[in-house]
Every structure is written in structure tokens, then in C-alpha cells.
């Protein structure tokens, strides 16, 4: 019930994750200690942590657990889990994700499955089947669905003011706009190439606007929430048409550590990121309505 209450506490959805132990990364033995428990432990730390790891392996062989996990109790559980199928990049997943992203309540871990599915369907090839377009990044690169596409948007400026961690924290924001605006119905993010020129001319022919988003991570602020570690993020984006801002968005988000996570600053560093990709995804949910907004007259 206590996390249940920090969903609601948050201004927009709230990206809820947990550091927890690590239980070791390679394959063989290392593998199967995780995937045990995840599978079994009664800490949903533990199974948190478990996922992170299979994840980090690298082996396919940690999918089916992985998948398993998609039906844990807990929703940060679920998250990690869908997370980490992401990083393992086994786009045989996408069937298991799209079945759980169906029924799923829990609004940020929604979003981390879809985000999931996303990544996969964009970067993954599994058994020597490519699953979706062979970009790098979701939302960027190839050639627009001219049939469905709504606007082109060219990501600006990703600054970061709060005065931690700088250029990491404001790629950090960079990457997980590119992805989440890219998943976004009708939105095509263009590329940081040569080939977006000739993108926006065929743009302009079909009358489709090109808005340029810049961004910023606002704040990221450190609290104590049951015990626990709690960083807390917001973020803000200026949406331009022509150079003109015409609408503007905010997303905030927290993420829930062990105490000792301060004192760690890899962890501590993966509690900010997590805060500012959920903050992103927070922000989402008013981003059609502001480019509806930024393309008028």
C-alpha cells in the first residue's frame, strides 16, 4: 500500500524501482541462481535484483525466466523484468511482453513493457529473423510511414541543470525522449544525419509539420520514503514550430533504493537515471495534445 500511495502522490505516472543486491552475472550457475530467485525468494528486492542480472547476462537463456517474471506480484518486479528483456535483446520475447502489456494496471510498468516491446521490434534479431525495422534507436532511422504519420519531430537541446552528473544525466534524457517519442503513435523522430534533410523536404511537399523539441532535467532531488532511498526527478519540454515555442510539457517520476544506495554511486547513478526515463515517460501522456497545440496556425 505504500507504493500504492506514491503512485498517487506523483504528478503524472510514477516510474517506481528498486535497487536491490546483485546477484551475480555470467552464464551457467549464475544464470540458474537467478533465475531460482526470481522465481522463488520472498523479497521482491531479491527477485528485482535477479532480473537486473539476467538481463546483464547476455544469454538467451535467461528469456523464459525473465518472461515468467512478467506475472510477478510485484510491479517493479514486472518492470525489471520487462527492462531486462529489453537489454537482453532476444526479440523472441516480444510475444510474452505483448500478452502482459495487454492486461497490465500498473501504468509505468505498462510503459516499461511497451517501451520493451518497442526496443526489440526496433533492434532485435532473433534466430536469424529480423523482428522489426534494423535501427539503432526506436523512432529513428529509415523512412517514414508516410501513411501514418502525423509529425516529424527533431530533438534540440537535452540540457540537465541540476548540477549532478552533468553531460551523463542529459544523455540520459536524450536516449529515453528518442525512444518514447519515436513509440508515440503518428510521431517519427528524424535522425541526427544526412537523411533527414531529404525526410523534411518530403514533409514539407505533404503539408506534415516538423517541430523541434528541446528538453531539460529540472530537478533531481534525493528523500527518505518508508526507509528506503527516493529520488525524485522532473523533467520539461519546449515543443517549436519554426523556432517558436508553442507548447510546453512536464513529466515527474521517483524511484525507491535501499538506504545504502547513497552511499554507492552506481546504484545511486541508476536510481537518478530511472527517475529521469520515468519522469520522460510521465511526460508522455500530455505529449499528443501538445503537438496538436505546437502545429496549429
Same mark, same amino acid.
Given at each position: 500500500m505504500?507504493?500504492?500511495r ?20 555470467g ?21 528485482l535484483?535477479a ?7 547476455? +544469454? #538467451?537463456? $535467461? ?5 515468467? /517474471?512478467? =506475472?510477478?506480484p510485484? &510491479?517493479?518486479?514486472r518492470q525489471? *523484468? ?13 510475444p510474452?511482453?505483448?500478452q ?14 511497451n ?7 526496433a533492434?532485435g534479431?532473433?534466430g ?21 504519420t ?16 552533468g553531460?551523463?544525466?542529459a544523455g ?20 541526427d +544525419? #544526412?537523411? $533527414? ?5 518530403? /514533409?514539407? =511537399?505533404?503539408?506534415? &509539420?516538423?517541430?523541434?523539441?528541446? *528538453? ?12 528506503d ?46 527517475a529521469?526515463?520515468?519522469a ?8 499528443p ?9
Amino acid at each position: 500500500m505504500q507504493f500504492r500511495r506514491l503512485f498517487h502522490a506523483a504528478i503524472a505516472a510514477t516510474l517506481l524501482t528498486v535497487a536491490a543486491p546483485r546477484v551475480g552475472t555470467g552464464a551457467g550457475t549464475d544464470i540458474d541462481k537467478a533465475a531460482k530467485i526470481l522465481a522463488g525468494s520472498d523479497d521482491y528486492r531479491l527477485r528485482l535484483g535477479a532480473a537486473l542480472t539476467l538481463g546483464n547476462t547476455g +544469454d #538467451s537463456k $535467461a528469456r523464459k525466466p525473465l518472461e515468467a /517474471a512478467l =506475472e510477478d506480484p510485484h &510491479p517493479s518486479v514486472r518492470q525489471a *523484468a520487462a527492462s531486462a528483456l529489453a537489454k537482453l535483446g532476444d526479440a523472441l520475447a516480444i510475444p510474452a511482453l505483448e500478452q502482459v502489456a495487454k492486461k497490465e494496471p500498473n501504468v509505468p510498468t505498462k510503459a516499461a513493457m511497451n517501451k520493451a516491446i518497442a526496443d526489440l521490434k526496433a533492434n532485435g534479431v532473433a534466430g536469424g529473423t529480423t523482428a522489426g525495422p534494423t535501427t539503432s534507436t526506436v523512432g529513428v532511422g529509415g523512412a517514414p510511414n508516410w501513411a501514418t504519420t502525423k509529425y516529424l519531430v527533431k530533438l534540440g537541446k537535452m540540457a540537465n541543470t541540476t548540477g549532478v552528473r552533468g553531460e551523463a544525466l542529459a544523455g540520459v534524457l536524450r536516449a529515453s525522449a528518442i525512444g518514447k517519442f519515436g513509440s508515440l503513435a503518428g510521431v517519427y523522430v528524424l535522425p541526427d +544525419d #544526412s537523411s $533527414a534533410t531529404s525526410i523534411m523536404a518530403t /514533409a514539407k =511537399e505533404k503539408g506534415l &509539420p516538423i517541430l523541434g523539441v528541446d *528538453a531539460n532535467v529540472a530537478a533531481l532531488d534525493q528523500g527518505t520514503f518508508a526507509g528506503d532511498l527516493k529520488v525524485q526527478a522532473k523533467v520539461a519540454f519546449a515543443i517549436t514550430k519554426l523556432a517558436v515555442v508553442k507548447a510546453s510539457i512536464e513529466g515527474n517520476a521517483s524511484s525507491i533504493g535501499s538506504p545504502s544506495a547513497s552511499k554507492n554511486p552506481a546504484v545511486l547513478a541508476k536510481l537518478q537515471d530511472m527517475a529521469v526515463d520515468g519522469a520522460v515517460t510521465s511526460a508522455m501522456g500530455k505529449a499528443p495534445t501538445a503537438f496538436k497545440a505546437a502545429a496549429g496556425p
